[in-house]
């Protein structure tokens, strides 16, 4: 059994000719609005609520109004008012019984209607396991396609990200559309100014 070094070696030593990389530019798909865009796709595709959101409304008067029969919010956002933060849990089952997790976005993507959620919080199962989410997000981070959203991309102090696109669902199981399957049923983008 050979080592991978010394596999890579042979390959190097019987190489009769090498060529740079290709230069390659892609621009990816732009639009003429990307937020129009963004949330074309994001209701019709990507299955989720879109709420615009002013500079004075009250998020959580909004969060009520979307989602009047939720017993538990959690959010580590300041302003929110929550049941929950996923910064003090002990463990991340302590959210399990999230209705509504608020979490912030960090760029939205016209092409697909994805939205970049970088880890801000201790426990990162509020973006799996809430029956609900409702992200916030600016329309000034609001981007093309995902070429321009990669160029944004910064990982944090953990390390993770992520990107969501509406709720979860599957159609592998008996071949139905099933919501909820590995984590939310819904999401709520609140498109804030």
């Given amino acids: 059994m050979f080592s991978r070094e010394e596999i890579l070696s042979r390959l190097r030593k019987n190489t009769r000719m090498a060529f740079d990389k290709p230069e390659v530019n892609i621009r990816g798909i ?3 609005d990307p ?3 963004f949330v074309k796709t994001a209701t019709t595709s990507g299955g989720a609520k879109v709420v615009e959101i002013n500079a004075d409304d009250d998020l959580n008067l909004k969060i009520r109004e979307c989602y009047p029969d939720a017993k538990v919010v959690s959010s580590n ?5 929550a049941d929950k933060n996923p910064n003090t849990v002990i463990t991340a089952q302590d959210l399990e019984d999230t209705d509504v997790g608020v979490i912030r ?3 939205g993507v016209a092409e697909n209607a994805c939205i970049w959620i970088p880890q801000t919080m201790k426990e990162k199962a ?3 396991i809430s029956e609900n989410l409702v992200i916030l ?3 000034k981070n609001i981007v093309n396609n995902m070429h321009e959203a990669y160029d944004h ?4 102090d ?3 990200g992520t990107f969501i696109s509406g709720p979860s669902k599957t159609a592998d199981i008996e071949q139905s559309l099933v919501y909820g399957a590995q984590a939310a049923r819904g999401v709520t983008i609140f498109l804030c100014e």
């Fill in 30 to 32: 732009q639009y003429t």
């Fill in 35 to 37: 937020v129009a865009q």
């Fill in 77 to 81: 956002i300041p302003g929110i008012k």
């Fill in 105 to 107: 976005g960090e760029i």
């Fill in 126 to 128: 509020i973006c799996f």
């Fill in 137 to 139: 997000i600016s329309r």
């Fill in 153 to 156: 991309i910064q990982f944090n």
């Fill in 158 to 160: 953990y390390g993770f």
